[in-house]
């Protein structure tokens, strides 16, 4: 079993940059891969960024890309978001998610382990 918990959200003006971060604990191992989803009121839980095990490979949604950067740390089971020039439409929960895969999927049925969420409001 993998235990993933997420911190770091905020209340935050548009234009403002924030960063999260996931701690894995449990049953983890090295060769999986981890990301980030969103949820925003009424939409679907959407993709935002992956990064495989070794960090050589990562993943964005368009709508993010060039704002967002993903990194992790294995020596200490941490995957972080740096999220820079927020905007309003990027207000949601944010999730952290955990698939024991070598590749980034962006369908969240894929993910094997989740975290509880962290809401992140942007205001105009």
């Known amino acids: 079993q993998v235990q993933l918990v997420e911190s770091g959200g905020g209340l935050v003006q548009a234009g403002d940059s924030l960063r999260l971060s996931c701690a894995a604990s449990?049953?983890?191992?090295?060769?999986?891969?981890m990301a980030w989803f969103r949820q925003a009121p009424g939409k679907e839980r959407e993709f935002v960024a992956g990064?495989?095990?070794?960090?050589?490979?990562?993943f964005y949604a368009d709508s993010v890309k060039g704002r967002f950067t993903i990194s992790r740390d294995n020596a200490k089971n941490t995957v972080d978001l740096q999220m820079n020039a927020l905007k309003p439409e990027d207000t949601a929960v944010y999730y952290c998610?955990?698939?024991?895969?070598?590749?980034?999927?962006?369908?969240?049925?894929?993910?094997?382990?989740w975290g509880q969420g962290t809401q992140v409001t942007v205001s105009s």
């Open positions: 990064i495989t095990w070794n960090s050589r490979r990562l």
């Open positions: 998610a955990l698939d024991r895969s070598v590749s980034i999927a962006t369908m969240s049925k894929e993910y094997d382990y």
């Open positions: 449990g049953r983890t191992d090295t060769f999986y891969v």
